[in-house]
C-alpha cells in the first residue's frame, strides 16, 4: 500500500520520503514505485525522462532522521495496533509540530493508535487516505 501512496504524490511532483525497516524491504518498496511508474511509460502516459524526473523526487531511508522538516506522513503499514502506535509516537519525535500525522488504516480506531501520543489533533486517517 506504502509503495501505491508513493506513486500517486510523486505522479503529482510532491517530493517522497519511503521509510522501511530494513535495507532489503526499501530495496523493495523503491522498486515497486519504479514498476508503478514504468507502467505509466508503458502505457504512454509518461516519457522515459518525466520518469526519471519523477524517481528523483523519491528518497528511501531507514530512520527518521529527514522528517524534520515533513508536512504530512502517511503511515501505510499492517493493521497492527501496538506497531502503528509505536510508529505514532516515533513520528512525534521528530516530525514538526505543524506535519500532519496520517494513518491509511481501514479498521483501526484513529484515537487509539494516537495512545500514547500528544498529538490526537494532527493525527487522520482512514480506509484509503
Known amino acids: 500500500m506504502g509503495s501505491g501512496i508513493a506513486t500517486v504524490f510523486i505522479l503529482s511532483n ?5 521509510k522501511e525497516v530494513n535495507k532489503d ?3 523493495a ?18 516519457t522515459q525522462e518525466k520518469l526519471k524526473t519523477s524517481l528523483s523526487l523519491l528518497k528511501g531511508v531507514l530512520d527518521y ?7 504530512l506522513v502517511i503511515e501505510a503499514v499492517v493493521e497492527d ?6 510508529i505514532f509516537i516515533d513520528l512525534e519525535k521528530y516530525c514538526p509540530q505543524h506535519c500532519i500525522l496520517a494513518s491509511n488504516t481501514s479498521t483501526i480506531d484513529l484515537d487509539l493508535i494516537g495512545k500514547g501520543t500528544k498529538s ?3 493525527i487522520i486517517g482512514g480506509p484509503l487516505l
Open 25 to 27: 524491504y526499501l530495496l
Open 14 to 18: 510532491y517530493r517522497v520520503i519511503l
Open 29 to 46: 518498496g523503491i522498486g515497486r514505485v519504479k514498476a508503478n511508474l514504468q507502467s505509466h511509460v508503458n502505457k504512454g502516459k509518461m
Open 81 to 86: 495496533v501496538s506497531l502503528k502506535q509505536q
Open 65 to 71: 532522521d529527514c522528517f524534520t522538516d515533513v508536512d
Open 120 to 122: 490526537h489533533d494532527r
